[in-house]
């Protein structure tokens, strides 16, 4: 009975040692998903700004517009939802992130727009699944369902660049007329 006791006490020893690890990496769970989600939409404000700067392709222009405005409009709910949760807002995007921006603006013509089309449909394939993991998994309940809002309006973008993509010049129909509001961002 000794024995069983002493295992027993070891045990809850060991559970009471991890307990402020495990809640620390439950708190985490929020900071690294907002740190990831405003770095994403740095980034995609960044990318529509060079867009508007290098194309002459005017829905490119025009989705990079939609770009710059949408994700503007997230990055600001990511500053108010860090403040009211007392969460840190990361300072600048991440150095990948960064990196491709500095390899687009050396582009030009065709090699910037398809590029461009390119790097669109991947950084918001990731978004999605960044936010589609976030609304199952971070510990607060409101930043959960913030982050299922924006999965629709990040699906459009998408489709949107799959559009830009897959068709050529004048057949592209205006971002503008295909997305969803910026209140579903």
């Known amino acids: 009975?000794?024995?069983?006791?002493?295992?027993?006490?070891?045990?809850?020893?060991?559970?009471?040692?991890?307990?402020?690890?495990?809640?620390?990496?439950?708190?985490?769970?929020?900071?690294?998903?907002?740190?990831?989600?405003?770095?994403?939409?740095?980034?995609?404000?960044?990318?529509?700004?060079?867009?508007?700067?290098?194309t002459e392709n005017e829905e490119i222009k025009q989705y990079g517009r939609m770009l710059i405005n949408d994700h503007t409009k997230v990055l600001e709910e990511l500053q108010e939802a860090a403040m009211a949760k007392k969460l840190v807002m990361?300072?600048?995007?991440?150095?990948?992130?960064?990196?491709?921006?500095?390899?687009?603006?050396?582009?030009?013509?065709?090699?910037?727009?398809?590029?461009?089309?390119?790097?669109?449909?991947?950084?918001?394939?990731?978004?999605?699944?960044?936010?589609?993991?976030?609304?199952?998994?971070?510990n607060d309940q409101e930043f959960r369902s913030w982050a299922a809002e924006k999965v629709p309006s990040l699906r459009s973008h998408l489709e949107q660049a799959k559009a830009l993509q897959i068709k050529s010049g004048s057949d592209i129909s205006s971002p503008s007329e295909n997305r969803d509001s910026v209140e579903t961002l």
């Open 90 to 138: 990361p300072d600048g995007m991440e150095e990948d992130q960064a990196s491709i921006l500095k390899s687009l603006s050396v582009l030009s013509g065709a090699d910037f727009d398809n590029a461009f089309k390119d790097i669109a449909i991947k950084t918001h394939e990731n978004t999605i699944a960044l936010f589609e993991n976030a609304a199952s998994n971070l």
């Open 1 to 54: 009975m000794k024995r069983y006791l002493k295992y027993c006490f070891a045990v809850l020893g060991a559970v009471i040692l991890f307990l402020p690890d495990i809640f620390a990496q439950e708190a985490n769970k929020d900071q690294d998903f907002l740190t990831k989600a405003v770095s994403s939409n740095q980034f995609e404000i960044a990318l529509g700004t060079q867009a508007l700067k290098q």
